[in-house]
Each structure stands twice: as structure tokens, then as C-alpha cells.
């Protein structure tokens, strides 16, 4: 199992992102596929998972803000990550369980700056 994920970067207060899991190894439509964010110095946090009915739940912290989707075909999920505080700055991180094991993609480093 791998998962790629991309689409980080720098952004003002109030913009917006998209990042990109790419997932190999396994179906995103048949597992429940989350993402995290980390700053330094502190515990990875949730911010979303969307499950294989396609349920989704987000943290409180970005209800209304974050979006979790999926396309199966491209077997990749996104993370729609809109008006962004600085709070929001982190390295995000997809993740996955198959089979009682547990995968972490590489993160991709999201920037909220002026």
C-alpha cells in the first residue's frame, strides 16, 4: 500500500487548496481513508476521513471549511481546504487502514501566511 500526497503549499489568510492522495495497493472506495495534520512540537491530529459508503466527518476545528471526496476511478482522495487561518498551517497527512495495519502517506506541508 502507498498513498502520494500533494497539492500543499503556501497560501494567504482566507485562500483555499486542494491536496491529492494517490493511493496504490488498495481501492479508496473500499476502505476508509482519513486525513491528519501535524504541527512541530505536537500530536497528529484528525482532520477528515471519508469511509467506503462515503460517509465523511471532519474535526471540529474545520467543519464547514474542509471538504473530504473521493474519485474512484483515479483511486485518489482530496482534501478541499478552505478559508485558512494560520492556525491551519501543518503538514497534512493521508492514512489508511487495510487488514489491521496501518498506512501514512508522505505529508505535504500547507503554509498560511500574509
Known amino acids: 500500500v502507498q498513498l502520494q500526497a500533494s497539492g500543499g503549499g503556501l497560501v494567504q489568510p482566507g485562500g483555499s487548496l486542494r491536496l491529492s492522495c494517490a493511493a496504490s495497493?488498495?481501492?479508496?472506495?473500499?476502505?476508509?481513508m482519513a486525513w491528519y495534520r501535524q504541527v512541530p512540537g505536537k500530536q497528529r491530529d484528525h482532520v477528515a476521513t471519508?469511509?467506503?459508503?462515503?460517509?465523511?466527518n471532519y474535526a471540529d476545528a474545520v467543519m464547514g471549511r474542509f471538504t473530504i471526496s473521493r474519485d474512484d476511478p483515479k483511486n485518489t482522495v482530496y482534501l478541499r481546504i478552505s478559508n485558512l487561518t494560520p492556525d491551519d498551517t501543518a503538514v497534512y497527512y493521508c492514512a489508511t487502514e487495510d487488514r489491521g495495519v496501518d498506512y501514512w502517506g508522505n505529508g505535504t506541508q500547507v503554509t498560511v501566511s500574509s
Open positions: 471519508i469511509t467506503d459508503d462515503g460517509s465523511t
Open positions: 495497493g488498495i481501492r479508496v472506495n473500499r476502505n476508509s
